[in-house]
């Protein structure tokens, strides 16, 4: 099995997250290849073509401010239902220039449209360094930024940074804020970061950001490293409960129920 094909448009979805429930995607990057300052092990889009921290030179194969104020408002004057605008896509969104700038429009058509709509951002937390960036959090209702290791080696090997993006880096710019939601990613195999060392490494680092919840699942699509592997839903659930207890930080732990023979 293959990873999943980049989208082919500014919108895609909606899509059942099972975070998020019916979510509409908003994809800023370009659609002929994966532009992104991370090149994950895990990522489901495969592996990073385009490995940047600055986006500007890249900016005639994304799409215009205008293009994408008006297909989001296209979707909110239709008949279509959705509970969240997510930026996501191919490629970390926060790399897009003018991020915030676009961010207000983009939550200025929704106060216009359907005022009761949230507006959700998926972001792997490298461009919080950008006071941009860090701006347009206020106009983002469900802030989710990525965090998948305690220590700077487990994160270079498992998220692969564009030169220069450090682990203590990105701790830093996400202790700043505040109701923030952390996501993580738990792999067994080579590279991972379920060992013992690694967990506890990894819960100081919640601790000091002190996040206001964490959400933690594994890998459920093709991935481009094969020689990593899931985490079980039961050990998931462990480490959610050790994570809550240890932190003080509310953690859950996301799988498809499923295809691990737990049930609908």
Request: with cysteine.
């Amino acid at each position: 099995m293959s990873c999943l094909p980049l989208q082919k448009g500014i919108l895609y979805g909606p899509i059942d997250s099972r975070r998020l429930g019916k979510s509409l995607g908003i994809n800023l990057m370009p659609t002929g290849y994966k532009l992104c300052s991370f090149n994950c092990v895990y990522c489901h889009y495969g592996w990073t073509e385009v490995h940047a921290l600055d986006a500007a030179p890249f900016i005639k194969d994304m799409p215009s401010h205008d293009d994408v104020v008006d297909a989001v408002e296209s979707a909110l004057k239709s008949r279509l239902e959705f509970d969240y605008l997510t930026f996501s896509g191919n490629g970390e969104p926060t790399l897009y220039p003018q991020f915030a700038t676009l961010v207000e429009r983009i939550s200025r058509s929704r106060d216009r449209c359907r005022p009761g709509l949230k507006i959700a951002l998926l972001s792997n937390s490298s461009g919080l360094g950008l006071p941009e960036v860090k701006s347009s959090i206020k106009y983002i209702d469900i802030p989710v930024f990525k965090l998948d290791a305690g220590n700077e080696d487990v994160f270079k090997s498992i998220n692969r940074p564009f030169p220069g993006v450090s682990l203590d880096g990105i701790t830093a710019n996400l202790r700043s804020l505040s109701g923030i939601m952390i996501q993580t990613v738990l792999v067994t195999g080579d590279p991972g970061n379920v060992g013992d060392e690694d967990l506890n490494e990894y819960f100081v680092r919640i601790s000091d950001i002190k996040p206001q919840y964490v959400h933690i699942y594994s890998i459920d699509r093709p991935v481009p490293n094969t020689s990593i592997a899931r985490v079980l839903p039961d050990e998931l659930e462990r480490i959610a409960e050790l994570g809550g207890s240890r932190t003080g930080v509310p953690f859950k732990a996301f799988f498809i129920k499923q295809q691990y023979g737990h049930g609908a």
